[in-house]
Structures are given as structure tokens and as C-alpha cells.
């Protein structure tokens, strides 16, 4: 039972779900490009012989992700988060050891391991089974921390940087993953309330209003797995989340591309934290529209941000440091949006009646896409000595991803969901 007046516990899991995708997303993902060609100057390769092991890390996920559910039902989920947690901090704190190429994909291919279940497989479930009132806006507070985690430690990465070098920024960088991951998930984390003997947060009044999230309204209706996979729409969804996924890799490139401009290091950190700004700012905004105005409007406004801030990064060396900022911060929306909005049209489309298992299948594309993307754009960067080529193929990218999730939206009505 719940005592009045008492900090629900709900709201700790909030917070540890906040630190966890700061630790795990703030820092192993997006600090990674500020580390690419430090290694590569170093080792005298191509940044896309190093960012490889991004690829590896995402390719790793997109064959997990599936299996995820079903390992996180089987064990206790404090252990799953924990092992996963010293998976990824010794993964990456370890690259800092290597003095050669190779070993960055082993860790690429842990951190994968750790990622599936820190960043994709847990989470969501965790806060749906603790939150029955404002899960949608806890959750986005939570997953605001990637981007609050990135901004902060982006800014750190390049001091370190600088101070005492890559290889021991990547050690201090694991040590801080461990802190900022294993208290809580073993000492904080539970799966269910039921295991505190306590009800979620909002049970009684989530069955009284009408103003609940979408997720709460639509979890006894919808299509099944094996129903939405016969439909044109699942693959249209899965279209348009593995192009969203491909075209967000343009973060990873931004502290690149600022310094491939003839900007600094110093210039690119704050690149990157625009970025993460943006991407923080554009959870609450894309949520705040699809509440309001519906999922349509936030599709329009994420993937055009996202269009329009690749635009001015284009041509930021003509116009100036203002407008690559700029273009950085609103590409960060849209980036935003590449993980905000494929949970969201999943269940406008198909519903919430097997929502859990369509959305880990669909999310396999966006893995994917990550891991096809890191590795396609740093090739392009290296055979062209620009980023030009890699920014129109990204306008084209949103183009079609946006096409693709109008349709699916047109499908719905023949599902009846």
C-alpha cells in the first residue's frame, strides 16, 4: 500500500531511469564523436575505421532487441541492468587501453550487449508497469536525460580531451558510467510494483480520467503481432523508423564536421552540446504536439526540423559559426524525434494490444539504421574530404521517412484499430 503524503516510489524509479539513459546514452553514445578523431589522429586511420565500432554496437542490438523481452521476463531485472551496466562501463572505459583498431569493435559488440537492455529493452516497460497516471510525460522526462547527460558531458569529453588526453578521458568516462548506472539498478530499480507490495503510481485515477496518454487508453485494443505483419503498414512503420534511425547518425558526425569546416575542437563541443540541447528540448516540444495537435503535427515538426537544421549545417561554412549552432540545435529536434516518434505511431497504427512485441521488432530497424549509418556517412567523409554529400543523402532520408509514416497513418483505418 501507498501511505499519503510519501514520495511515491514510482518517482525513484523515474530517477533512476534518468541516470541510467544519462550514463548510457549521454555518455557512451553521444560523446562518441567527439572521440572519433582523436583515435583516428592518433592510430593514423580514417574516423570511419573507428566509428566501426558504433556500427557494431548498433548491428549487435538490432539482433538482440527481439530476444530482449523474453530474457527480462525470465530474470530478475536488477541483475540484467547491472551485469548490463558493467558490460558497458568496462567495454568503454577499456578503449582507452588499446593501441590498436581492432580491439574498439570487441568493445563495440559489449557495449551493444549492455545497450540492448539499458537503452531499448528495459526502460519503457519499466515505467508502463510503475506509472498508470502521466507515463507518458514521466517517461519523457527520463528519456530528456539522454539528451541533459549529453549536453553535460559532451562539454566535459572535450576538456578531458584536452586536459589528460583520449585514453584516459575514455577510463574516467567508464568509471562515471558504473557510478552513475549500478546503485541504481541495484539498490533502486524494481520491475513491478507488486515486488514492494505497492500499486502504481496514479492505479485508481488512470481508470477514472479521460486525459491519460494515448498508451493508456489504447492497451486493450489494437491487432495482433502476427495480423500487423501481414499488413503493408507494419513495413511502412518499419520504413520510416530504420530511415528515421539512419538519418539521426548525422550526431555522431557533428563534432567531425564542425572541425572539418575549419572550426575547432572547442567550437565543436558546443556543436554537440546544441545538438543534445535540442534533442532535450524536442522530447517535451514532439510530446507536448502530439498531445495537443496530434501525431501528424509532431511528425511534421520533428522530421522538418530535423530537414531544416541538416540545410543549415550545409551551409554554415558561407554563413558562419551562428548558423551551424543553429542548424545543430534544430537538428537535435528532429533527432529527438527518431526515438520519441516510432513508439508513438507504432500505437496510433496498430494499438496497444501487442504493442510490446511489435515495438521491439520495429526498433530492430532503427538499430540498424544507426549501425548501417555511422559507418556509410564516415566512409562518404573519408572518400570526399566533406560532409556535403552526407547531408543531401540525409534530406532525401527524411523525405522519404516522413512519405512512408503519412501511409502507414492512412492504413490504421483498415486495421480498425
Not at 548558423?323 to 516510432?342: E, H, M
Request: positive net charge; hydrophobic residues 50%; aromatic residues 14%.
Amino acid at each position: 500500500m501507498n501511505k499519503k503524503g510519501k514520495l511515491h516510489y514510482a518517482w525513484w524509479i523515474m530517477i533512476a531511469s534518468s541516470a541510467i539513459y544519462a550514463a548510457s546514452v549521454g555518455i557512451i553514445v553521444s560523446c562518441a564523436g567527439l572521440l572519433y578523431r582523436a583515435v583516428a589522429e592518433d592510430f593514423e586511420v580514417g574516423v570511419s575505421e573507428i566509428s566501426l565500432y558504433t556500427s557494431l554496437m548498433y548491428l549487435t542490438i538490432t539482433v538482440l532487441l527481439p530476444f530482449a523481452g523474453k530474457i527480462l521476463n525470465k530474470f530478475d531485472i536488477r541483475y540484467v541492468l547491472t551485469l548490463a551496466g558493467l558490460v558497458n562501463a568496462l567495454a568503454f572505459g577499456l578503449m582507452g587501453t588499446y593501441n590498436s583498431v581492432f580491439p574498439f569493435y570487441f568493445s563495440g559488440i559489449a557495449l551493444g550487449i549492455g545497450s540492448t537492455f539499458l537503452i531499448y529493452g528495459s526502460i519503457p516497460l519499466i515505467m508502463n508497469n510503475w506509472f498508470k497516471a502521466k507515463v507518458g510525460t514521466t517517461l519523457g522526462i527520463a528519456m530528456a536525460f539522454m539528451g541533459i547527460g549529453g549536453a553535460v558531458f559532451a562539454q566535459i569529453t572535450a576538456l578531458f580531451i584536452e586536459s589528460i588526453g583520449w585514453r584516459l578521458t575514455y577510463i574516467v568516462l567508464g568509471m562515471i558510467v558504473a557510478i552513475l548506472i549500478l546503485p541504481f539498478s541495484i539498490f533502486v530499480i524494481r520491475s513491478k510494483p507488486e515486488e514492494l507490495n505497492m500499486r502504481p503510481y496514479g492505479a485508481d485515477e488512470a481508470k477514472n480520467t479521460d486525459h491519460e496518454p494515448a498508451v493508456q487508453k489504447t492497451s486493450a485494443t489494437g491487432v495482433t503481432k502476427s495480423a500487423a505483419m501481414r499488413s503493408p503498414a507494419f513495413y511502412l512503420v518499419m520504413l520510416f523508423t530504420g530511415l528515421f534511425g539512419l538519418a539521426s547518425t548525422v550526431s555522431f558526425h557533428v563534432p567531425n564536421f564542425v572541425q572539418s569546416v575549419g572550426f575547432t575542437a572547442a567550437m565543436a563541443a558546443v556543436g554537440v552540446t546544441c545538438v543534445t540541447i535540442g534533442q532535450t528540448g524536442g522530447k517535451f516540444l514532439l510530446g507536448a504536439i502530439n498531445d495537443r495537435f496530434g501525431v501528424k503535427a509532431a511528425l511534421f515538426v520533428g522530421i522538418g526540423s530535423g530537414m531544416i537544421g541538416v540545410i543549415a549545417l550545409l551551409i554554415s561554412d558561407s554563413f558562419g559559426i551562428g548558423i551551424l549552432y543553429a542548424g545543430a540545435l534544430l537538428f537535435g529536434v528532429g533527432f529527438s524525434g527518431s526515438t520519441l516518434l516510432p513508439p508513438v505511431v507504432i500505437r496510433e497504427v496498430f494499438g496497444g494490444r501487442d504493442y510490446a512485441s511489435i515495438y521491439t521488432t520495429i526498433m530492430s530497424a532503427s538499430t540498424l539504421g544507426v549501425a548501417f549509418g555511422t559507418t556509410l556517412f564516415s566512409y562518404l567523409y573519408d572518400l570526399t574530404s566533406s560532409y556535403y554529400i552526407v547531408f543531401i543523402i540525409v534530406i532525401a532520408i527524411f523525405i522519404v521517412s516522413i512519405s512512408s509514416s503519412l501511409f502507414s497513418l492512412a492504413w490504421k483505418k483498415r486495421l480498425n484499430v
